[in-house]
């Protein structure tokens, strides 16, 4: 199947320039102004042409919490907000610490055939931080990446040891960098609000300090390890200057880390509830300077849908996490593009390129020969967020209500349309 986008104004990682695209076989074959052929067109004029996103974040809960969000709603999720890949997290029911989960995510994908999905097996068995997960056996149905994403694996020799292990398969860690003994059942970020909410604190060090060890580990292996969603002004000094000293280190962060500060927490909106906790203005203007000088390689969701149910009680009990996937690229261009942090280039290097290129994926930019996933995107129109009509059973967002710019038209997987405005 042929499809030819006319028109368009491509996002490309040299600049942004008009031209046509022409897929064919599910590839990029030809790059062009004023290609001509005979095939399904779609006309681009006063769109933007992305390099299909990729989401290299996302909890899609099934196998096990399918009340939360299950495979096909997160996929109709994700081609709603412009992705193309996701790669999902293994804290399922059961854990995604073996090769027969991993197939199992694999074949319902297929099924779905909506986006294409990643699989992240585990670091350890259970998640529990005990003992290493089969990663050759994960790798070999399908894993991109190991992380025991929602803990950090507190014992550092076998943190080492995985990373070792790993690297044989070439396969990267994805470290949740949290200190659960200094976090000591904290649910928002310790500071002034904490003290006046009177809602448990969670120290910047707790996250630090395990920052800091999995980049002290990267560096005495000679290993790559990527860091997951950081929040803290001090994680992403420690990053900068890791990377000034060659160590492998890659690192994400996520839309509320730098847009939102920990202010939220003083309507006791269980929506504002992730971990780790949204911080203050200094955190925020970090994370803005860390994207726009490399020091954050990536912008990824944590999409961490939850039922009603999960939400609708007391801030202490509430669940964990935001719905995001529908609402990152918007925020994303509404606070870093439209606000001169970061150009239309920077922000498709940070939601495609980079993503593409930590974990090996395909993808990742508009070239001649490249996979056919594009993402079409009407930059000037505005609209509000409205959380009912997220396509994911997550409404969970603090950003109900706020308005951006950016809306999805088309969202194309491998040539063929998966979405359409």
Do not use: W
């Not at 809960?61 to 969000?69: C, V």
């Not at 000088?293 to 944590?302: Q, S």
């Not at 996490?321 to 609402?327: A, D, K, L």
């Not at 920077?346 to 001649?368: D, F, T, W």
């Amino acid at each position: 199947m042929k499809l030819l986008i006319k028109n368009g104004t491509l996002v490309l990682r040299s600049g942004v320039k008009k031209a046509d695209v022409l897929l064919n076989g599910g590839k990029i074959e030809k790059i062009a102004t004023d290609i001509k052929a005979d095939c399904k067109t779609i006309d681009a004029s006063g769109k933007h042409v992305f390099p299909g996103l990729i989401d290299m974040h996302v909890h899609l809960r099934e196998p096990g919490y399918e009340g939360k969000e299950d495979i096909l709603s997160g996929s109709q999720a994700a081609v709603a907000g412009g992705f193309t890949q996701v790669c999902c997290m293994p804290n399922t029911n059961p854990v995604c610490d073996n090769a027969v989960v991993v197939s199992y995510i694999k074949y319902r994908q297929q099924q779905v055939n909506l986006c294409r999905i990643n699989p992240i097996g585990a670091i350890t068995k259970g998640e529990e931080g005990k003992a290493m997960a089969d990663i050759g056996a994960m790798k070999e149905a399908g894993a991109v990446a190991i992380s025991d994403d929602g803990k950090s694996v507190m014992d550092s020799n076998i943190m080492r040891l995985a990373m070792e292990y790993a690297h044989g398969f070439n396969l990267k860690c994805l470290c949740h960098c949290e200190d659960i003994n200094l976090v000591d059942g904290g649910v928002v970020n310790e500071g002034y609000n904490s003290t006046l909410t009177g809602l448990k604190g969670s120290l910047r060090a707790a996250e630090d300090i395990m920052i800091a060890r999995d980049i002290a580990l990267a560096e005495s292996l000679d290993i790559p390890v990527h860091i997951c969603h950081v929040s803290t002004y001090s994680g992403v000094e420690l990053i900068r200057s890791a990377k000034s000293r060659g160590v492998k280190v890659t690192a994400e962060t996520c839309p509320h880390y730098f847009i939102l500060t920990d202010d939220i927490i003083t309507s006791f909106d269980t929506s504002t509830k992730v971990n780790p906790p949204v911080r203050e203005a200094k955190d925020r203007d970090a994370i803005i300077e860390g994207l726009k000088d490399g020091t954050l390689d990536c912008i990824v969701t944590d999409h961490a849908p939850h039922a009603l149910k999960d939400k609708q009680v007391e801030y202490n009990l509430a669940a964990f996490g935001m719905s995001g996937i529908e609402t990152s690229f918007p925020l994303s261009y509404t606070y870093l593009v439209k606000t001169g942090r970061l150009t239309l280039p920077e922000l498709a290097e940070r939601m495609s390129y980079n993503p593409a290129k930590v974990l090996g994926l395909e993808g990742g930019e508009i070239k001649e020969g490249e996979v056919g996933d594009l993402t079409i995107i009407d930059l000037n129109e505005k609209y509000v967020i409205d959380s009912n009509k997220f396509l994911s059973k997550g409404k969970n967002t603090p950003f109900n209500g706020f308005e951006v710019c950016g809306k999805v038209q088309y969202t194309i997987v491998g040539g063929d349309i998966k979405y359409k405005a």
